[in-house]
């Protein structure tokens, strides 16, 4: 019974979450199917249940007729509390009923349950009239044939009502099972009817004794009892008949076949074989009358507590489902956040591309219209400059004016340069040497309060391109360093090679993947803030003073390293400092060295290794986080040093720190991989900084020498880092 009992519709609903629901044209037919009692088809196991239940009763009834007869102790309180059962039985049962009559609209279970609260008036009616129950004789102004004729209408009247249930079968009422209003009056109309009923056959039981036979003399029966029993037995049987016959048989058709054979064993056993009240008979059959109200009543309460439980199963699947729903939702959003993030980075790259590109064609254009008319000028004010007539006065007009016009000039060559247009005079270039003659000059032009300090690589090779316009560019780059440290500090100009691999150039869309010579200039002063770090490139932007610059350099910088074929970028902190990095070709081979592949990243994967991350820019961090596991690194991460010493004071087991410098906090990385070492020796430390190696140095007060990785770094380069500073000697504080 139980495998029917469990097909309700959440059924149906669990099999749609779980992919295996029935196919669209068949899913109401189904739903409709694995609704109720009435509509469940009953399965083997059912059938099984419902005919060993049938059996047993049988046995029961033949041991117990042959002993109807026999006197038992009279108990006045028997009636009473055997029919307060059978009405509580009967009114739950009715209300099951109703309730499944209005998700259902089926006629056959409106008479079921209209059969079943007949049933319960009339057992109201058959206690209260019951001689010795309430009162001598009983209530209702019975008489001694009341409670006889009473209960041949209640075992007669309900089996009328099974097979009017099994004639109408499946016929429904026409409407929506959804209105609540018609359905609530037709249950309404049934149960004032159906009560009307039950009054009428007591008002006709109470004047039985006028208008009926006479069924019993005084505990006793009269042969008349026994002609009425066998038709109402008959009328049973006929009940048993139909719901056979009605086919196919759903789960509720068997039990109410097994409620109508209980109800005929009652029949025979309270009134065909006994002799008189109080027998063995009469208790007997009283009991199975018990049983065939409560079966039906048994099997909807399963059916209620499956529901119960099946709706929990549903609820839990269904939470499951929504906690995978949101987590696929954060996932997504996550990935959307990152698409967007880098889509607004693309169009920035972008805007500024195409701004710079407008900005230079405009300013290339007006500085070579500029030039011409500054060409007119000076030719006339030559001209006038070599006649004899001019006295000194005029003399010393006309050469100011071509101070002047020359002044214009230089003005139009920046303009050039930023436009790319300006004429290069491209030669080898030893860029070390070069720098150290440059380095002479700056030493007197910065002043004594800018200690210069050169960290040249001599393994560089030589580059091409114009060796004045790189001179200006390092000059000009040393002069704004110079203003950013008014009470003095350190310019570093740091040389080097360095690989820029696709990744880098998919960000920079005039990279070409490939080796570069590096001059890195670095400066130890007041840094620059965000917005203005955006716009540094741009003609005639400056922070300075009126009259102090003419916003100019870092523009034909950017142009001079655009036409050369190079790229630079800066970096900088406020109130920290700034490095500009310039990248330019090596002489030999670029087009060989642009196309050689890159490192075997194979051979510089990690093994398992546990690395402490500390960042405090989340993005990066993440960023960071994620090529290390693809390294092959296993990482645990903190956006400060604080968070990071609460992680080793907790017992991370940690290889490798891999921390920034400039942290907020009071503590910065340097200190973090002092701290670190002292607890965790023999641990290898790797810092990074966006400033180089020989600017940072000076914030370890220290010294101790640890390794440091300069921002920004390709994969590659952070492979190789951590992997010589995994096979490197553990730092000692």
Not at 154 to 174: D, E, Q, T, V
């Amino acid at each position: 019974m139980a495998d029917g009992l469990m097909q309700q519709p959440v059924a149906g609903f669990i099999a749609e979450l779980q992919g295996s629901d029935p196919p669209l044209p068949e899913r109401a037919e189904f739903a409709q199917q694995q609704t109720f009692l009435s509509t469940t088809l009953a399965e083997r196991g059912d059938k099984r249940l419902a005919l060993t239940v049938v059996l047993l009763s049988a046995l029961g009834f033949a041991v117990g007729a042959p002993f109807a007869t026999r006197p038992l102790l009279r108990i006045d309180a028997f009636i009473p509390a055997y029919e307060a059962a059978l009405i509580l039985i009967d009114i739950i049962t009715v209300v099951m009923l109703f309730g499944q009559f209005r998700g259902s609209r089926s006629t056959a279970l409106l008479v079921l349950a209209a059969g079943y609260l007949y049933d319960a008036v009339l057992t109201v009616t058959h206690a209260l009239s019951f001689p010795g129950a309430f009162a001598a004789t009983g209530l209702l102004g019975a008489d001694a044939q009341t409670t006889a004729w009473l209960f041949m209408f209640w075992h007669g009247g309900f089996p009328l009502f099974l097979i009017g249930y099994a004639a109408l079968g499946g016929r429904k009422m026409a409407g929506s099972a959804k209105n609540d209003g018609i359905n609530g009056a037709i249950v309404g109309l049934t149960i004032v009817a159906t009560v009307a009923l039950g009054i009428a056959m007591t008002a006709l039981a109470a004047n039985a004794a006028s208008l009926l036979p006479t069924l019993m003399a005084g505990n006793t029966t009269r042969g008349m009892l026994h002609v009425v029993v066998a038709s109402i037995w008959v009328v049973g049987m006929l009940a048993v008949v139909a719901l056979w016959r009605k086919r196919p048989h759903t789960v509720l058709d068997l039990w109410l076949i097994v409620v109508a054979f209980a109800w005929v064993f009652d029949i025979g056993l309270s009134s065909v074989f006994d002799a008189a009240r109080f027998d063995l008979g009469f208790y007997a059959g009283r009991a199975y009358g018990l049983l065939a109200a409560s079966f039906v009543l048994g099997v909807l309460l399963i059916e209620t507590g499956g529901l119960h439980s099946r709706l929990a199963a549903a609820k839990a699947l269904l939470d499951n489902h929504a906690q995978g729903l949101e987590e696929r939702v954060r996932q997504r959003t996550v990935e959307l956040e990152a698409e967007i993030t880098e889509r607004q980075k693309t169009e920035a790259l972008l805007h500024q591309s195409q701004k710079m590109e407008a900005l230079g064609q405009l300013t290339g254009g007006l500085a070579h219209d500029f030039n011409n008319h500054l060409g007119i000028i000076i030719g006339n004010l030559d001209l006038l400059g070599d006649g004899s007539t001019l006295n000194a006065d005029q003399k010393e007009l006309v050469d100011e004016a071509l101070t002047a016009a020359f002044n214009g000039a230089e003005l139009t060559r920046r303009l050039l340069a930023f436009a790319r247009r300006q004429p290069l005079r491209p030669a080898r270039i030893e860029v070390n040497k070069q720098i150290e003659e440059i380095t002479k000059l700056l030493r007197r032009t910065l002043g004594e309060r800018i200690e210069i300090a050169l960290n040249l690589d001599a393994t560089i090779p030589a580059i091409t391109a114009d060796p004045s316009q790189l001179e200006t560019a390092i000059a000009n780059l040393a002069n704004n360093a110079r203003d950013a440290m008014p009470k003095g500090g350190r310019l570093t100009i740091t040389t080097g090679v360095r690989y820029l691999d696709a990744d880098y150039a998919a960000d920079h869309a005039e990279v070409t993947p490939g080796g570069y010579v590096l001059i890195e200039v670095s400066d130890s002063g007041t840094g620059m803030e965000p917005d203005v770090l955006t716009r540094v490139f741009e003609p005639f932007f400056t922070t300075k003073e009126p009259g102090k610059g003419t916003g100019l350099g870092l523009s034909m910088i950017f142009g001079f390293m655009k036409q050369s074929g190079g790229h630079i970028n800066v970096y900088s902190e406020f109130g920290r400092g700034t490095t500009f990095r310039l990248y330019l070709r090596p002489e030999e081979a670029l087009a060989e060295e642009s196309e050689a592949p890159a490192p075997d990243a194979a051979r510089l994967n990690g093994d398992g290794e546990r690395v402490l991350v500390v960042e405090d820019n989340a993005k990066l961090r993440t960023v960071l986080v994620r090529q290390l596991h693809e390294l092959g690194y296993v990482t645990s991460e903190a956006g400060n040093a604080a968070g990071a010493l609460t992680l080793l004071d907790a017992g991370a087991e940690v290889d490798l720190l891999l921390s920034d410098v400039v942290m907020p906090g009071k503590i910065d990385g340097y200190a973090l991989a002092r701290e670190f070492v002292g607890r965790r020796p023999g641990g290898r430390v790797l810092l990074t900084s966006g400033f180089p190696g020989t600017r940072l140095a000076e914030l370890d007060e220290l010294g101790v020498n640890f390794r440091l990785l300069d921002k920004p770094y390709r994969r590659q380069d952070l492979a190789r880092v951590l992997r010589e500073v995994l096979a490197e000697p553990a730092p000692v504080c």
